[in-house]
């Protein structure tokens, strides 16, 4: 499995904005398809964003959809969300996985450790 390692988590308020990155290891980063979900106290692991190969899809959850960006930066083996206008509701810690290369928010089971994210009114 690839190794990924979430970074960019914190506290921020209602209506910020945040970034995550997910740094992978290997050189064969820029095969995989990306995505990240998040998971809150007592609830199901969710999808957030995903993004193909080559970054020529992308797919968003659309509690989520207009606000996230997911991007790719194959070069430096990272993959990034934007979170802006963020709710309380998306308080969670969010995981990058690699993904189903075809139906992208289905995970293929490489998981980072995750990143907290926790967003107040």
């Known amino acids: 499995q690839v190794q990924l390692v979430e970074s960019g988590g914190g506290l921020v308020q209602a209506g910020g904005s945040l970034r995550l990155s997910c740094a992978a290891s290997g050189r064969t980063f820029s095969s995989y398809a990306m995505g990240w979900f998040r998971q809150a106290p007592g609830k199901e692991r969710e999808f957030v964003a995903a993004?193909?190969?080559?970054?020529?899809?992308?797919y968003y959850a659309d509690s989520v959809k207009g606000r996230f960006s997911i991007s790719r930066d194959d070069a430096k083996n990272t993959v990034s969300l934007q979170m802006n206008s963020l709710k309380p509701e998306d308080t969670a810690v969010y995981y990058c996985?690699?993904?189903?290369?075809?139906?992208?928010?289905?995970?293929?089971?490489?998981w980072g450790q995750g990143t907290q994210v926790t967003v107040s009114s």
């Open positions: 993004i193909s190969r080559s970054a020529l899809r992308t």
């Open positions: 996985a690699t993904t189903n290369p075809v139906v992208l928010n289905v995970p293929l089971g490489s």
